[in-house]
């Protein structure tokens, strides 16, 4: 297979889409672009200091009942150069997503390298009927999130193939897949890796608020938008796939192996016989762990539940109390269920097939995959520090409360509010274009900023993260992006960096506009954004 980097050696574009590349080109590599937006805080930190800007803390009064005064704070006081130093590891291994990431992962990892996400995808799109063959590899693609790069150098180049084999262009279905799995990176049947990631970030931004010091980040809390995403971007992907892109590139007259390579046919073509078994026993390994952890809900005295929480002192039940609020552990359990859920369906299909053979392999996986997340290690190290030294300034929370005070004075619509936030994170996606990066940056303040509004930080996730994945697919500046027009070109050799481009956009708009709308309406009308978490939010009693 060709590299991504033989396959980037355009002229460059021009027009808009010309701007952002060279924009993009320009920005340092997110690692150092925290270092330099560190270097940035720390003199904006002493500047605010000397002159007294402050802020009234929303909850918290001092002895006499007055609001408590939040002052900026100077980065080169000598007790944050102190905590800087001295504390530099407990910021970084405390960071929340890192262990939230890493953990999943680590079954990931299994998943991944024992062939279970590939075949699991490959199983699913090679059934399809032609007629509904877009539908299938869509959703596909959006469920084949869960296995991150899996989604973009298995089913991407598969799509290709399996549409030329129905007699459609393989181009249709290379657009097809990239927008599921790139444009609806966000949309899922259930939450994965990347809510690990995104409520982790959620966290560290509320904790570092100190606005609901018990806030703690629920893994399922955007589950119900995020399936809802997936039921509005599966017709509107096949919509564009049938009605728009394929009737543009015309017929495909060029055959099946035109574009193939022996290690795409392979896929392709391999025997279902070994992996049906490896998916039926992986199958077998999901309903093991999903029925394990049902034990632990529902059997007597089980550990994820607290049923204390809803209880009074004398042993009666608070009125009112929620059931969510004794569930609490099993939302906290989920990171864990994944993991396990990962590896145990990785170890069943790769025992089945033989890329497992005994535990030695498994443990070598897992190492795998831990060296495939040392980009990330470095990134969070620099996130971490980033997050924390915003909150050592007291910048975030001063920020946070006069940003929510301009918003109310605007009088504008809090549904409109997140639309507007939807489109902002877009337009920053053409130019950062990693998930965490981007978070990182805008949570501290977008969080606590949108807490004070009234908006719960579920739904500040859920907000960011319809703008993050919507304009992923016609960027130059995604990572993937020359790896699809590698695939492409194998069938049309002229295919250049401005076409993909330009097939994507139509994807993208649509899905903008619809993911857009989708969550306008769904905070207008307040429906819940996952169990245990609804899009208002009320702050804590003052104290």
């Not at 250049?496 to 969550?519: D, E, Q, R």
Request: include cysteine; hydrophobic fraction near 55%.
């Amino acid at each position: 297979m060709a590299s991504a980097a033989e396959g980037n050696t355009h002229q460059g574009m021009t027009g808009f889409l010309g701007w952002v590349e060279r924009s993009g080109n320009k920005l340092p590599d997110p690692v150092f672009l925290f270092f330099y937006l560190i270097i940035a805080l720390v003199a904006i930190s002493v500047l605010l200091a000397a002159i007294g800007v402050s802020a009234l803390h929303p909850t918290q009064v001092d002895e006499a009942g007055n609001p408590v005064v939040i002052n900026a704070v100077s980065l080169l006081a000598p007790d944050n150069i102190q905590k800087l130093w001295v504390e530099m590891p407990k910021t970084f291994t405390h960071f929340h997503p890192l262990g939230y990431v890493l953990v999943v992962m680590l079954g990931a990892g299994v998943a991944e390298r024992s062939g279970f996400f590939a075949a699991g995808m490959s199983s699913a799109v090679r059934s399809a009927p032609t007629k509904l063959l877009t539908p299938v590899v869509a959703l596909v693609a959006m469920i084949g999130n869960h296995a991150a790069d899996a989604g973009y150098v298995v089913l991407i180049p598969l799509a290709g193939i399996l549409f030329a084999a129905a007699g459609r262009h393989p181009l249709a279905g290379i657009a097809a897949a990239f927008a599921g799995v790139s444009g609806g990176f966000s949309a899922n049947i259930s939450p994965g890796q990347l809510d690990a990631l995104l409520f982790g970030i959620t966290e560290e931004a509320v904790g570092a608020s100190g606005l609901d010091p018990s806030w703690g980040a629920n893994l399922a809390g955007n589950w119900y938008f995020i399936a809802a995403m997936t039921v509005l971007y599966l017709p509107i992907i096949w919509y564009v796939t049938d009605k728009v892109i394929e009737p543009k590139l015309g017929p495909w007259t060029g055959g099946v192996k035109a574009g193939a390579t022996p290690e795409d046919a392979a896929i392709a073509e391999a025997s279902p016989e070994n992996a049906s078994k490896g998916l039926r026993n992986a199958g077998f390994a999901a309903l093991g762990v999903v029925a394990l952890w049902a034990i632990m809900v529902f059997a007597p005295g089980t550990p994820l539940i607290n049923e204390a929480a809803c209880l009074t002192e004398t042993g009666g039940r608070v009125p009112d109390c929620s059931i969510h609020a004794e569930l609490r552990p099993f939302y906290q359990s989920l990171v864990a269920a994944f993991f396990v859920l990962f590896l145990a369906c990785g170890w069943a299909y790769g025992k089945a097939v033989g890329t497992i053979k005994n535990h030695r392999d498994l443990v070598e996986m897992m190492a795998e995959a831990m060296k495939d997340m040392g980009y990330y290690l470095v990134l969070a190290f620099a996130a971490a520090h980033f997050v924390a030294m915003f909150a050592w300034s007291n910048l975030g929370l001063i920020s946070a409360v006069h940003g929510a005070a301009a918003i109310q004075s605007t009088g504008l619509p809090l549904p409109l509010v997140i639309g507007l936030m939807v489109i902002f994170a877009g337009m920053l996606n053409l130019f950062v274009g990693s998930a965490s990066a981007k978070w990182a940056l805008l949570a501290p303040i977008l969080v606590p900023m949108l807490m004070l509004l009234g908006i719960s930080p579920e739904g500040a996730t859920a907000a960011y993260r319809v703008g993050d994945s919507a304009t992923n697919i016609i960027t130059p500046l995604m990572v993937y992006f020359p790896l699809i027009l590698i695939f492409a070109q194998r069938w049309v050799p002229s295919f250049g960096l401005g076409s993909l481009t330009a097939t994507m956009l139509p994807y993208s708009i649509w899905l903008l506009i619809s993911g857009t709308v989708l969550i306008v309406v769904w905070f207008y009308l307040g429906i819940p954004l996952g169990p245990n978490a609804p899009v208002g939010y009320t702050l804590p009693a003052t104290g």
